[in-house]
């Protein structure tokens, strides 16, 4: 018997942003109440579908263009998508309640929760689709909820720029990912991911023809996971309200780019060339924002490069791969990042919209809860020994060992910066002496944002652990009997934490200056410098064909040819339209003239 | 049936120019609503499963010429019909207007009723034509700063382009002694006319189509007209005249000249993706609201073309292709139809309440009239092809399609998604975001009378969007029938 609640869990976000929208726009704590309860009821029916061994729903026909044409709307309900489920919706609904707190007096509540739980609607379309097209049609969505939520403050200009860099380079990596869908599609006269997979032999007789679409394939999760050298537009994105950082552009949205990759595993891994540009795109990611990280001085920022170096990780797992160490770190990233995000979002409020950490210090005695879990977030994420980033950052390094061994250098140096950039955050954070009015009088957030904390710590320490993580997904078991790998990983972490207290206890300024890191490796000056000059020559190429080409040839030679032609387009020529409409109307007396006396 | 369609709206022009100043645009919406209700009828009635012609009516007119009084329906004329008795009201809802000017749109849409029902060349031509002289005067009289320029040059391209149809026509006709579209499209498989001729032919045929639909680089006259053109005309303007064309080249060209079409298919594909990426550039460097959708409309149209050229080039290639991009150019023709109509809607009312166009002189409008910013905005993401919306679906099939016959002309034509989008969210952030204006003054936000407009049209772009199946089964059996008419 197939289940109908993965649909409810689908369409009731949407229903509760349409119940913002149509009925509650102007009063916000009620949009809120919808909103919430949406996710929590969401929440909560996710665990049953988890619960319940079911794998079928109803399907619909969206497009069935008879005979040929067929694209249906349907779900697939696997141990992947189950956990994904409850991933987005759990982490989801804490971040619903957080936004409580957070969105407190915002003068857009209403339009803030709508927006939220559209997002809810589209990311849960991605996790169920079961089509390529359909989830194509989430992608898109969930870019334009990411799009709202960026420019949530709209009436600041760096809000709207983020907003539309997120979405437009997004859209890059969409248009590849369409022509990749379209090419599976062709070849294998389907959409739906389990027919494609059936009829992989159609396509490996082509080995050159797979690569191409497998990695146009990979371009849209490049946009929507952000990876080099399509990720700019993350960063800017923390432009929006902190719970969506969080949400959004930690722990769901910027994941579904390698969810998909897993979800189409079968394609992808056939194509040995594609498999390896995608390791190595990841691989780059993950170090260059590393790098970049060790010197931003704004909170979010740093968090945001960290996302960044965090998905290279699992992009570079991908390609090796190994979906399954994908997987269980993105299942860990997400509770330890959206904690992080959490975390750094109760500060910021706290600290009444201060990002820059060199204007906070000395936090830790002030704002003890958010203290101790951005303390266990911080040690999931440098892969402190058994919390649960190590344990998932050892499968992806332990793969790269087995596979690749310029990659595992690079995962290595990777971790060791990881270490270092995290330590100088809560060092100057929480440590030292307070730099600022706003950091001297800090106090705790309220329950409604330090609960989801709280709630958010227990996954981010023990999610890593076997005997909890395998209810979820498989945990990957890697080939290294003498335990190379996490001795390797555990010295490295280390290597990092000492680096950073050597150079950043007690520190008022920042002691190391890097231009190329702090200054992002110049990738945005460089788009900006592309876009500019490329616009200029095209649209100095449309402005020549417009001006030589068809005005000179077209216009004048048309109107040359209008006073070749004689004296009955020379009189429309000139605007003597009587004259025009009246041979008309002669013509139509002709006609009728034939047709009534002949 | 069809007759009664098409004299309703001229009956109605009639009235509307005799009736009091204040009450024409009653008049004229009365007779619309006469003749949405036919329309319903029509569709009602229709056979869906039936590929050819219905509701024919066919009579002897002038024999000494093989004109016949042929009018039929079949899925792709009902399809616009239907389209027409949505845009012309709509449209005439935009901004009260004159007498002479609600007649005119009325004597327009009987032309556009008659140029999608007629199937017989010399009753179609005179449709065709007909609605030339109302849209010229549209655009003469009640247009903009540069209307004369703008008229002479609509006028100009849109007859010279007429002219060399006809002239085409009357070659063919010359040969095959009929003027039967039927008849000609059953002798284009095997070459309608041979040598030179048949090149002619198909060049007169082809630029008059190509004018019609401001094919790369026969647009020039678009934007200007567009642009000058009162609100209300260039809705018609762009939601259905420019149809005619992209009609025309599926009706005619492509199964009278299939084999001319493959010929040549490399330069009419780079002549789309010209259409595409050209104006799309072009509407990314308008600072004229108005002018930047109206390039945008090029576009829009340039997607029909690559769907109709890769249909022309490798027609018997494979049948799931060719279904899926004819579906896309017909869904693509229906969709642009609303959601361009309802973006000028949109545009019109802005330079209401600002009194000009510029994108400049806009800013910070989410915060006074977010009712405004809402509903446009659905507008907005239509048009860049949101998945969820009506765009999308069009542009997707035609892709789907297009990509399997002519790969390398789709990938290129896929970057003008992206410059759209840059171009539309460009002009969304600036009218939308930001600080209010200095010289701010009164901005209203929506009024109930625009709402009643503007939600049913919305609504109808998500339906399509959301559930697009009502709308293909309208075409479908007609789309197999001419896919297999192409192989």
Redesign the interface.
Do not use: C, H
């Given at each position: 018997m197939a289940s109908a609640l993965p649909w409810f869990v689908l369409i009731l976000p949407l229903v509760s942003a349409a119940t913002i929208?149509l009925a509650t726009r102007r009063l916000g704590g009620t949009s809120a109440i919808v909103s919430v309860g949406a996710a929590v009821i969401g929440f909560l029916a996710s665990c049953m579908i988890f619960a319940s061994p079911e794998t079928k729903a109803p399907e619909f026909?969206?497009?069935?263009?008879?005979?040929?044409?067929y694209v249906p709307l349907g779900v697939v309900l696997d141990q992947l998508s189950k956990t994904m489920l409850l991933v987005v919706t759990g982490v989801g609904a804490l971040i619903h309640i957080y936004s409580l707190g957070y969105m407190r007096d915002d003068a857009g509540k209403s339009r803030y929760f709508a927006s939220l739980s559209f997002f809810m609607f589209s990311m849960l379309g991605i996790v169920l689709a079961n089509n390529f097209?359909m989830m194509?049609?989430?992608w898109?969505?969930v870019g334009?909820s990411s799009y709202l939520l960026i420019?949530h403050w709209?009436?600041r200009?760096s809000?709207?720029?983020a907003?539309?860099k997120a979405?437009?380079t997004n859209?890059?990596g969409d248009?590849g990912f369409?022509?990749g869908i379209?090419?599976v599609?062709?070849s294998t006269?389907s959409v739906v991911f389990s027919e494609i997979a059936a009829g992989m032999g159609k396509i490996t007789t082509h080995p050159g023809f797979l690569t191409a679409a497998a990695l146009l394939i990979f371009t849209g999760a490049m946009g929507k996971s952000a990876q080099f050298p399509l990720h700019v537009w993350l960063p800017d994105a923390m432009e929006g309200p902190t719970p969506v950082s969080a949400l959004i552009h930690a722990a769901t949205m910027v994941a579904a780019g390698v969810y998909m990759l897993v979800r189409v595993s079968f394609l992808i891994q056939v194509s040995p060339t594609a498999l390896t540009v995608i390791a190595w795109i990841g691989g780059i990611t993950a170090l260059m924002a590393a790098l970049i990280a060790t010197q931003q001085n704004d909170i979010k920022r740093i968090l945001a490069y960290s996302t960044l170096s965090q998905l290279g990780y699992m992009v570079m797992a991908v390609g090796l791969a190994s979906g399954e160490a994908a997987m269980f770190h993105l299942f860990t990233h997400a509770f330890f990042k959206a904690l992080l995000f959490l975390g750094a979002g109760s500060i910021i409020v706290m600290l009444h919209h201060e990002q820059n950490i060199w204007k906070m210090g000395a936090l830790s005695g002030k704002m003890r809860i958010t203290f101790l879990t951005f303390l266990i977030g911080t040690l999931a994420l440098i892969g402190f020994p058994f919390t649960s980033g190590f344990f998932s950052k050892d499968a992806i390094l332990a793969v790269a060992y087995a596979k690749s061994a310029p990659l595992f250098w690079i995962a290595l140096f990777t971790a060791f910066l990881t270490a270092f950039y995290m330590l100088r955050l809560v060092l100057v954070v929480f440590f030292g002496k307070s730099r600022s009015e706003h950091a001297a009088h800090g106090k705790e957030s309220p329950l409604v944002m330090t609960a989801p904390l709280l709630l958010l710590a227990i996954p981010a320490l023990i999610a890593g652990f076997g005997f909890f993580a395998h209810n979820f997904l498989p945990v990957p078991h890697a080939d290294d009997p003498h335990h190379v790998v996490p001795i390797f990983a555990t010295g490295a972490m280390a290597v990092g934490v000492i680096a950073a207290f050597l150079l950043y206890r007690n520190r008022e300024h920042d002691p190391v200056s890097v231009a190329i890191f702090r200054n992002r490796f110049y990738f945005d000056e460089l788009y900006v410098w592309l876009i500019r000059s490329t616009?200029e020559l095209?649209?100095s190429i449309?402005a020549f064909?417009?001006r030589w080409?068809?005005?000179v040839g077209?216009?004048r030679g048309?109107?040359g040819?209008?006073w070749g032609?004689g004296s009955l387009?020379r009189l429309?020529?000139v605007?003597n339209?009587q004259a025009?409409?009246f041979i008309?109307g002669l013509g139509?007396v002709g006609?009728i003239y034939?047709?009534v006396f002949? | 049936m069809i007759s009664a369609l098409i004299t309703i709206p001229l009956v109605g022009a009639l009235l509307a120019s005799i009736a009091p100043q204040n009450r024409a645009r009653t008049v004229a919406l009365a007779f619309n609503f006469l003749a949405a209700l036919l329309a319903l009828t029509l569709w009602r009635n229709f056979d869906s499963g039936a590929g050819g012609l219905q509701f024919v009516e066919r009579y002897a007119w002038i024999p000494a010429i093989g004109a016949e009084y042929l009018l039929g329906i079949d899925g792709f004329s009902l399809l616009l019909v239907l389209l027409t008795s949505l845009v012309v009201p709509f449209a005439l809802l935009a901004r009260p207007m004159s007498r002479g000017f609600c007649a005119l749109m009325l004597l327009t849409q009987a032309a556009l009723y008659g140029t999608f029902t007629a199937h017989n060349f010399i009753l179609w031509f005179l449709f065709f034509e007909m609605s030339l002289i109302p849209s010229f005067l549209l655009i003469k009289l009640w247009g903009g700063e540069e209307r004369d320029r703008a008229a002479v040059k609509f006028f100009v391209y849109t007859f010279l382009g007429s002219v060399a149809m006809l002239l085409a026509f009357l070659g063919i006709y010359l040969v095959h002694g009929t003027f039967d579209f039927a008849t000609l499209a059953t002798l284009g498989k095997t070459g309608l006319l041979t040598g030179n001729a048949a090149w002619l032919a198909f060049a007169g045929i082809f630029l008059g189509l190509a004018v019609k639909t401001a094919l790369f680089p026969f647009h020039t006259w678009l934007p200007d007209a567009y642009e000058n053109a009162p609100v209300g005309a260039t809705m018609v303007l762009s939601g259905l005249l420019s149809k005619m064309g992209v009609y025309g080249f599926v009706r005619l060209l492509l199964p009278m000249f299939p084999n001319e079409m493959q010929a040549i298919a490399p330069w009419l594909l780079a002549l789309a993706v010209c259409s595409i990426l050209f104006s799309a550039l072009a509407a990314w460097a308008q600072s004229d609201l108005k002018r930047m959708v109206a390039y945008l409309s090029i576009t829009h149209l340039g997607y029909c073309m690559l769907g109709v050229f890769s249909i022309g080039a490798s027609p018997s290639q494979s049948l799931v292709e060719t279904q899926a991009a004819l579906t896309g150019v017909m869904m693509q023709v229906f969709n642009h139809g609303i959601t361009a109509a309802a973006l000028f809607y949109f545009v019109g009312l802005l330079e209401q309440r600002r009194g000009s166009r510029g994108i400049a002189d806009f800013g910070g409008l989410m915060q006074r009239t977010p009712l405004l910013c809402g509903w446009m905005s659905v507008a907005v993401f239509s048009f860049l092809g949101l998945p969820g919306l009506n765009g999308f679906i069009g542009e997707f099939l035609i892709f789907k399609g297009s990509f399997a016959l002519a790969a390398a002309a789709t990938s290129v034509a896929v970057f003008g998604l992206l410059i759209t989008a840059v171009a539309l969210l460009r002009g969304m952030q600036a009218l939308f975001s930001g600080p209010l204006p200095e010289n701010g003054g009164a901005f209203d936000d929506l009024r109930r009378g625009e709402l009643t407009v503007v939600v049913p049209v919305s609504v109808l772009m998500l339906a399509i969007g959301i559930a697009p199946q009502w709308v293909f089964n309208i075409f479908n059996a007609t789309v197999v029938q001419m896919a297999r008419a192409l192989a």
């Open positions: 929208l026909a969206w497009i069935d263009i008879k005979p040929f044409l097209v194509f049609i989430f898109e969505l334009v420019g709209f009436e200009d809000a709207a720029d907003a539309n979405f437009l859209r890059i248009f369409m022509l379209l090419m599609w062709a006269g616009q095209l649209a449309s064909i417009d080409i068809i005005d077209g216009v048309a109107s040819a209008t032609v387009l429309v020529q605007g339209l025009y409409s008309f139509i006609l034939f047709t002949r | -």
